[in-house]
């Protein structure tokens, strides 16, 4: 065992604040990765805060990890020193179930093991995560990071990224289909570069007029203001698929409005209540769905994408010294759209 440094929290009214930590030495079938970035998902914030209660103590969250492979178990095959590289939500799965058998890793029967706040297969306890200096991950859940993106912005690609990608490409989206795009934050903003990247007719769907023209530079082809009634009777029953992105319960009727007969909503925020009155799906045979990240073969699929599109977030950059401001901007929707920390700042 090897101790790094990370920053984590020690209960759910605490601060980050630097921990020792101890990670594995390499297994025949490990990557090590030296972080060079690690991105800030609104989902760290819920775990450090316990919100969702189910955190384990010390919280060290991160899993839109960055950085360098510095060295390699002797049966790792695709990965060598100097790999430019990233680690996502997951770092273990059964391998054995039919969900895993299908590449889903993140619905696996037996249990995915998150990047942190994970069960521990090795040291036993949990998982820590990206806020750190070094990170040990069994090579199937690795993935390759196109070497001529802008690095640091490829950081919540890993969550953020894969998030929308994986229900656009399960629906199926395509050149010609008009798609909305509900809520501009970390995972709207990538929802809509993705769509419009897809060859969509892109909508932005939001209740801030403010944002439109944000919306626009990150590829919208429109912007329908949700409190406009005039404006969503204009649109009503015209989409072909609908990215909901909002991470709160929420209203779904009116969105449900817009779909075209046959075609489905997905939501990939709201994990609390949301109000749904089921005429709306009767009536046009329509779907209302979910989706949870994707599967590793999917998610490197979604950085080839990326690779080959010049996709990346749009982020602010900070230093680990200032995590606590973050979260509390990040509650405050004050980022555009995602914070990503530069991991050296943790050997200052």
Known sequence: MKNVNAYAAKSNDADL???DIERREILDDDVKIEIDYCGVCHSDIH???NDWGNS???VVPGHEIIGRVIEVGK???NYKEGDLVGVGCMVDSCQ????CKDDLEQ????GMTATYNGKDKHLGGHTFGGYSEMIVVKEKFVLKVPENLDTKAVAPLLCAGITTWSPLRQWNVKKGDKVGVVGLGGLGHMGVKFASALGAHTVMITTSPSKAEDAKRLGADEVLISKDEDAMKKHQGTFDFILNTVPVGHDTNPYIGLLKRDATMTLVGAIDNVDLHGGGLIMGRKRLAGSLIGGIKETQEMLDFCGEHN???DIEMIDIQNINEAYDRVVKSDVKYRFVIDMKSIKN
């Open 47 to 49: 775990q450090v805060r």
């Open 17 to 19: 604040e630097p921990l």
């Open 107 to 110: 619905y696996c029967e037996n």
């Open 75 to 77: 049966n790792v095959k």
């Open 56 to 58: 384990k103590y010390p």
């Open 311 to 313: 996709i990346v977030s």
């Open 96 to 99: 054995k179930c039919q969900s």
